[in-house]
């Protein structure tokens, strides 16, 4: 090829390179960006004034992440790298069990099921797992590939859990005791929390702020903890109600989420408390979207995952539900 060839093929390429980072200046971001996580806005979203699908994240129609004939009544869970792993208390035949569901086929794999007497709760813990179990009073266990390590029995009705990778402990929704029970990874108490008032938790998370939010089946609220000490409480607008609030936890962007099993509604507050709106039945717009009891965010694709099921049909489900995005 000849130099007069050579010398435009360079200006031109020359000439894209300039074209593209003059481009990257002026948008101030890169050219190939995801949106599934927008940046935190100090604005809170109203959801009763704005139902169109355009304040949903990408994918955004509610499915069933996993159905199986086997789920009675799915209580806690959490989303691993490769397996969905669910706590099955299965009620309607008396033998609870921890399952694993691949996360791609959605099939269980059977040879990592473990039995339980009634796994109310099942937290990630490295190749661990932190199993809240609920039979015989109650215990708390540490358990790897289905061999319990260590035991702790010193709960009441524990009905959930949050495990903080940073700090190395757990917090356990103790209800019988009616306290928040710490423990280090040795199962040893590293403190209790015991309001003075009739407490009996339900439900427990933390959020990025470094409170920790707690559902109260007596109260019908959502208690605010900082430091161990209750400064704030908070409960949905009129005419909407809590009649029984269990599940809670935070999304990517501070919002806390409520199910309440009794009304088959999950409701959705900011980080202090303001009520934003909720999703239901009618939302999902599918009525077979009943009985709403745990929560986990996926970060992975920025969806919340729903256990819920009826035990008196044995329908147990696992719902992926799109979360409404932060106004720009």
């Known amino acids: 090829m000849d130099r007069d060839f050579w010398s435009w093929f360079m200006t031109c390429l020359f000439g894209s390179f300039v074209l593209t980072c003059f481009v990257i200046v002026l948008t101030d ?18 959801l009763k004034e704005s139902s169109s699908n355009d304040v949903y994240l990408p994918q955004n129609d509610p499915f069933v992440l996993l159905a199986d004939s086997n789920l009675s009544e799915p209580y806690g869970f959490y989303r691993a790298l490769d397996y ?11 033998k609870g069990y921890v399952r694993f569901y691949d996360v791609q086929t959605k099939k269980e794999n059977e040879d990592k099921r473990y039995s339980a007497k009634f796994p109310a709760q099942i937290l990630e813990f490295g190749q661990k ?19 319990v390590l260590s035991t702790y029995e010193g709960v009441s009705d524990p009905k959930d859990g949050f495990f903080d990778f940073e700090e190395n402990l757990m917090y356990i929704a103790d209800r019988g005791n009616k306290r928040i029970l710490v423990l280090d990874t040795n199962l040893e108490v590293v403190a209790e929390w015991v309001p003075k008032n009739n407490f009996e938790p339900n439900g427990i998370t933390f959020g990025s702020n470094g409170k920790a939010y707690v559902t109260d089946k007596i109260s019908k609220k959502v208690w605010v903890f900082e430091n161990g000490s209750i400064t704030g ?50 939302l999902i717009n599918d009525s077979s979207f009943k009985k709403p009891r745990n929560l986990f965010f996926d970060k992975s694709s920025g969806r919340m995952l729903v256990s819920a099921g009826d035990r008196l049909t044995n329908a ?4 992926s539900v799109p979360v409404p995005l932060l106004e720009e």
């Open 316 to 319: 147990g489900r696992i719902w």
């Open 129 to 147: 797992q932190i199993l809240i179990d609920n039979g015989s009073g109650g215990s708390i266990k540490i358990i790897q590939d289905g061999i």
């Open 233 to 282: 409480s908070f409960v949905p607008d009129s005419p909407e109600r809590f009649l029984y609030p269990g599940g809670i936890t935070t999304d990517y962007w501070g919002r806390v989420y409520v199910s309440d099993y009794s009304a088959d509604k999950i409701y959705i507050f900011s980080e202090d408390g303001d009520y934003l709106g909720l999703i239901d039945k009618d």
């Open 84 to 94: 969905l792993v669910v706590a099955d208390p299965h009620r309607s035949s008396g």
């Open 29 to 46: 971001k890169p050219l190939v960006r995801s949106d599934i996580f927008p940046e935190k806005s100090s604005k809170n979203l109203d």
